[in-house]
């Protein structure tokens, strides 16, 4: 690689030395944030680093790359996964997705070998050391240097060679509360990150929580959240507990939801102490729910409801395994949780969809029905418990309509991100916004043209989208994000929500308009305790776990029977599922069902769950809402928003409401941080 600097070279050299000596050039195209304006400071006084006399990062010999890989072996190995996942949902040739040690090492790099050709004369492969000290300001270094998340574009490196590179990092804690990493995506784009950030985040937790279970798996797993629908997902509160009660280890997402400043704190409790509930109570109470999320509270403060399962430790419990939603199920990323069961929520004819096998006269009238009007361009609205069947009813009627030939695309609409649902709906251009493919994308509309869309928890939608989907419903056209091009589409539309939507429309949090755009014909699916093809649905679902040779005891077929299945065939599925792991190739008798007590509820007779409730309460220093008012403000915001606007309450109390040192901590302008306020329901009002 060449080091001759040329007259542009100059004029970074020249910008980065003016910024540190004299501060920004204000209201300038040159302003430089004083994230980087710091490390700026620190390359040229600290590490006696000079913009005009670029170098290679060093890097380590063979030796000593395989004694740190030796040594983070365990990080590495649950890193792998999830950073492959998200290069492909980048799409990007021209990216890299890395994982440094907390020496700016690069342990693991996932990208295109052309890109990595390219970018290895700059000294950016395994072994090299991009901390701030050898690489000056860069995505990784700065990152450690920072502590925190940074988005480092081009003309933002401190050394020339490297500003033709846009560098997004996140750092990765371990079980203890230390950062152990940094992951890291470095492309040739030149937009803002934000979007980046935000999905490097969530890779960073996925990665978090594997590290959590693999270094405590000798330890008892406790899941909570304060909504059962978020236990066994990205967000729900993650405890690693002793046999004796006490706690050892915990994630991020348990930290705030219990109001914890560091994991040492934490460790200082016992499960008693957190919830009215001991560890084996918790576990007796999980094993006879068939592991589904049980009630229990706070200890400090009994208004404060949680959702939790306790099991036994990992390493001794290899029957349970499969009892566990795989990684893949617990991405919130697009994927929707129906669709996870949809092969098996149904007897094998419903699988195969050739024949819809909905033994249930109710269930078959309706979908007689509901082929009619999809046959006829209406549009169908089903609504259903969660585990219920809401897709593989949607998938059905798909296979049965005239647009069988054509695509069934699913999206989940509570699952996504508010920033990405607009851009996977109507598609955008290349270059509409920072992480989008070079060449664009179709949106999930247009993927859907003549075949079917169907939009799952639709209830979920914010309200800002639900105005753009009405008229692309009406006018049957979509103009994807940064392009005036608008393109004509046929599709046929299902849509799904286990929420009630008329009341949404009298609480004003969906669209009246909509509504009845979406409810052409209403499908109101039973729950499994309501089926009375109970039986063969049993025997449907064991087969396609075990074979035609497994069988049922008459008083384990009772049993299964009597059960009132408040997790409908989803449940099911997991019960018969761990009776054939404990039956181990016998009959499966009732001792093979533990979760399903002798006295449970009768079929028809719903077991009754509280209603979900609001995040539990953060530390008074964090929000001091009253709960009413923390209530009425979430009441019509997703989990991420509800998880953004605690995070913004947090900064605005540490910072004592002053809205101009919020914006520069996150990086962002005034007007925009007013805007997200807006968005958020955060009233300044709130002040104190």
């Not at 036994?312 to 795989?326: G, I, V």
């Not at 050739?354 to 549009?379: K, S, Y």
Request: charged share 20%; net charge neutral; with cysteine.
């Amino acid at each position: 690689m060449s080091l001759t600097l040329t007259p542009t070279d100059h004029r970074h050299a020249h910008r980065v030395l003016e910024v540190v000596e004299h501060g920004n050039a204000v209201g300038t195209a040159a302003e430089t944030s004083d994230l980087v304006a710091r490390s700026w400071q620190r390359c040229l006084q600290e590490h006696h680093l000079h913009p005009d006399r670029p170098r290679k990062p060093p890097v380590i010999g063979k030796a000593a790359l395989d004694e740190r890989c030796l040594r983070l072996a365990d990080l590495i190995d649950c890193a792998r996964y999830e950073m492959t996942t998200l290069y492909q949902q980048l799409a990007d040739p021209e990216s890299a997705v890395v994982l440094t040690d907390t020496d700016g090492v690069i342990m693991h790099m996932v990208s295109s070998p052309e890109f990595a050709e390219e970018v290895a004369p700059l000294g950016f492969h395994v072994g090299a050391v991009w901390s701030e000290a050898e690489a000056g300001t860069n995505g990784m270094g700065t990152c450690l240097a920072a502590a925190g998340p940074v988005a480092v574009r081009r003309e933002d490196h401190f050394f020339t060679q490297f500003t033709s590179l846009t560098c997004s990092a996140v750092p990765v804690h371990d079980a203890s509360g230390r950062m152990c990493a940094v992951l890291d995506v470095t492309s040739r784009s030149g937009l803002q990150q934000q979007h980046l950030l935000v999905l490097l985040g969530m890779t960073a937790q996925m990665i978090e929580n594997r590290l959590l279970d693999l270094r405590y798996r000798d330890a008892h797993p406790v899941h909570f959240h304060s909504r059962p629908e978020f236990v066994y997902t990205l967000h729900e509160g993650k405890l690693a507990v002793a046999a004796d009660g006490h706690i050892l280890a915990g994630n991020r997402s348990a930290l705030m939801q219990l109001g914890f400043r560091s994991v040492e704190e934490l460790r200082l409790k016992r499960v008693e102490d957190i919830f009215q509930t001991s560890l084996e109570n918790l576990l007796d109470r999980s094993s006879r729910s068939a592991y589904h999320p049980v009630v229990t509270y706070r200890a400090a403060n009994a208004a404060n409801r949680f959702f939790a399962v306790a099991r036994r430790p990992a390493a001794d419990a290899a029957s349970e395994r499969n009892l566990r939603p795989s990684p893949a199920a617990q991405r919130s990323r697009g994927a929707t949780v129906d669709a996870v069961d949809a092969a098996i929520s149904s007897p094998p004819a419903v699988a195969a969809r050739e024949n819809v096998g909905f033994g249930d006269p109710r269930l078959a009238e309706q979908f007689l029905r509901a082929t009619r009007a999809i046959a006829r361009e209406i549009p169908v609205l089903l609504h259903g418990e969660t585990g219920a069947g809401k897709e593989v009813f949607a998938r059905a009627l798909h296979a049965k309509s005239p647009n069988a030939a054509g695509a069934f695309v699913a999206v989940n609409c509570a699952s996504l991100p508010e920033s990405l649902i607009e851009s996977e709906l109507f598609g955008y251009r290349a270059g509409a916004f920072t992480g989008a493919q070079r060449t664009g994308r179709r949106g999930k509309i247009l993927q859907a043209d003549r075949g079917t869309l169907f939009l799952d928890e639709i209830g979920d939608m914010p309200l800002e989208l639900q105005a753009r989907l009405l008229r692309v419903l009406d006018e049957r056209q979509v103009t994807p994000l940064g392009s005036e091009d608008v393109v004509s589409v046929q599709f046929q539309l299902v849509s799904a929500s286990h929420r009630d939507l008329g009341a949404l429309v009298q609480a004003g949090r969906f669209r009246e308009d909509l509504y009845y755009r979406l409810c052409g014909y209403t499908v109101a699916l039973p729950s499994l305790r309501e089926r009375s093809d109970k039986r063969e649905l049993i025997l449907g679902l064991l087969a396609a776990e075990a074979g035609a040779q497994a069988t049922l005891s008459p008083a384990a077929l009772a049993r299964l029977m009597q059960h009132a299945w408040p997790g409908n065939v989803r449940q099911l599925r997991h019960v018969l599922r761990t009776a054939v792991a404990l039956a181990d190739g016998d009959r499966i008798d009732v001792a093979h069902l533990p979760a399903l007590s002798p006295d449970g509820a009768v079929a028809g007779t719903p077991m009754a769950l509280p209603a979900p409730t609001v995040m539990a309460a953060e530390p008074e220093a964090a929000n001091d809402e009253a709960p009413d008012e923390t209530a009425a403000a979430t009441a019509g915001l997703n989990l991420i928003q509800a998880n953004e606007r605690e995070v913004l309450l947090r900064l605005l109390q540490d910072q004592r409401w002053n809205v101009s040192n919020v914006a520069k901590a996150l990086h962002v302008s005034r007007n925009t941080l007013y805007r997200k306020l807006h968005k958020l329901h955060i009233p300044l009002s709130h002040q104190r």
